[in-house]
């Protein structure tokens, strides 16, 4: 069983920033690959990017260039830099613990993007 734990989310004005972790027990954290999803009100959760153990990335078009993902392996923790937030970013973040057919989640982190 993994435990994750998110935390940094908050309330942000458009423009700003925040900078998402996320804790894993999981042991040993490389063989899983690891991402951050959003789930906005009243829409599907969406997968905004993903890591590997060895630093391969990914991105949603809609975070590219402006959202960067990143692992410390020696810390089992993940992070999500995201910068130039905009409103369209207000959702609940979550982190996700990939391994095969399993999925391990946290209990997720909300970001509102508001003036």
């Known amino acids: 069983q993994v435990q994750l734990v998110e935390s940094g989310g908050g309330l942000v004005q458009p423009g700003g920033s925040l900078r998402l972790s996320c804790a894993a027990s999981?042991?040993?954290?490389?063989?899983?690959?690891m991402g951050w999803y959003r789930q906005a009100p009243g829409k599907e959760r969406d997968l905004v990017a993903t890591i590997t153990s060895t630093g391969s990335t990914t991105y949603a078009d809609s975070v590219k260039g402006r959202f960067t993902i990143s692992r410390d392996n020696a810390k089992n923790t993940m992070y999500l830099q995201m910068n130039s937030l905009k409103p369209e970013d207000t959702a609940v973040y979550y982190c996700?613990?990939?391994?095969?057919?399993?999925?391990?989640w946290g209990q997720g982190t909300q970001v509102t993007v508001s003036s």
């Open positions: 999981a042991s040993p954290f490389t063989i899983y690959l």
């Open positions: 996700n613990a990939e391994r095969g057919p399993f999925h391990y």
